[in-house]
């Protein structure tokens, strides 16, 4: 079964301080691997995507890692925002259909301190 | 930040009713989806669509209904609305592209609660 898996479930940090949040899936076959951040009553918007074949990609505090042998992803937040709390979701996309099937996990609640 | 907008917001109605939410995307998008999210709990697909006139179930059963007539406009429609329809619904958009690596871009939801 396709799963996407995330952890913690929520996470309560000091701004200033840095975190990780973790994904795991068992999605087969493989496209790519997706993070969103989703303000309180807002859509979800896209950090970063990645394909199998990278391992690393950075947006500005953001860096999410994939690891497609262990099937394991990670986003790392450097020096926390209060803008950071939020809810992180890992989506996997597989190639089974035309239209590129997403798995959704049930996403990381962070919320930073001041 | 994408151009893509749900009308209404937040929608308070009575059971028996029909409601239509509106989704609309100004990017040229030829793919829409609709979403069903509740809280802490993961996204599911509803709808979606590859194009005008062109409409698919997703994933999640659904009691609602969709329509695709213009390329920037995917609404949702429920005939009678029930409590259990009581949830955020998130409408999406993606340009279409060969290798799927595009990511789906989200208006901010509707937020329906029936009585």
């Known amino acids: 079964k396709n799963q996407v898996e995330q952890s913690p479930q929520s996470l309560i940090i000091l701004e200033g301080k840095n975190c990780t949040l973790q994904c795991n899936y068992t999605v087969s076959p493989f496209s790519n691997l997706r993070w969103y951040k989703q303000d309180t009553g807002r859509g979800p918007v896209s950090l970063t995507i990645m394909t199998f074949s990278e391992n690393t990609k950075s947006n500005g505090r953001y860096t999410a890692t994939l690891d497609a042998d262990t099937k394991q992803s990670s986003l790392h937040i450097t020096a926390s925002q209060l803008s950071d709390s939020a809810s992180y979701i890992c989506v996997v996309s597989d190639r089974g259909s035309t239209l590129g099937r997403l798995y959704f996990g049930r996403g990381t609640q962070l919320t930073v301190w001041p | 930040e994408a151009d893509i907008y749900q009308i209404p917001r937040y929608l308070v109605i009575g059971t028996g009713k029909k409601i239509t939410l509106e989704c609309s995307q100004t990017?040229?998008?030829?793919?829409m989806y609709w979403y069903q999210q509740d809280p802490g709990m993961e996204l599911h697909l509803i709808h979606y669509s590859y194009g005008v006139n062109s409409t698919e179930k997703g994933d999640l059963s659904s009691e609602s209904t969709v329509s695709r007539i213009r390329t920037e406009h995917f609404p949702l429609t429920l005939e009678s609305a029930r409590p259990s329809h009581t949830s955020q619904y998130l409408c999406?958009?993606?340009?279409?592209?060969?290798?799927?690596?595009?990511?789906?871009?989200f208006g901010d939801g509707t937020r329906l609660s029936i009585l």
């Open positions: 999406a958009s993606s340009p279409s592209e060969t290798d799927g690596n595009q990511p789906q871009h």
């Open positions: 990017m040229g998008h030829d793919k």
